[in-house]
């Protein structure tokens, strides 16, 4: 378990990232319902208009699912001892790395590594 950093204050920030996240989907159910294409109602500009809203709302949706993951992985990393260390290659990950996104889960060199 790391000591150079704390850790209260990160899991705080997740805590609190996850809990917009959870809030943030709670209010888009709407968002996922099936849209209605009645041309009596809608001309076709605004039904164009509504799909597209809809696939960026989908797409958000998925990057607010995937995030989430990130953040309960970050904190059972934390229950286990194992956070702020590279789930690649067990070294420390930079602190400034780690309050710019505390759910980051490798050091800088692997996430290097992985981009190419």
């Given at each position: 378990m790391r000591k150079d950093i704390d850790l209260a204050e990160f899991q705080e920030a997740l805590q609190k990232?996850?809990?917009a996240i959870e809030s943030g989907q709670a209010d888009k159910k709407d968002d996922t319902a099936?849209?209605?294409l009645d041309q009596a109602r809608t001309g076709r500009l605004s039904r164009m208009?509504?799909?597209?809203?809809k696939a960026m709302s989908r797409a958000a949706s998925r990057l607010a699912e995937q995030e989430r993951?990130?953040?309960?992985?970050?904190?059972?990393?934390?229950?286990?001892g194992d956070y702020g260390y590279c789930v690649n290659?067990?070294?420390?990950?930079a602190e400034g790395?780690?309050?710019?996104?505390?759910?980051?889960?490798?050091c800088i060199e692997?996430?290097?590594?992985a981009e190419k």
């Open positions: 990232r996850l809990e099936p849209l209605e208009d509504a799909m597209q809203q993951r990130r953040i309960y992985k970050a904190l059972e990393r934390m229950k286990d290659c067990d070294e420390e990950i790395r780690l309050r710019f996104d505390p759910s980051v889960a490798t692997c996430a290097r590594k």
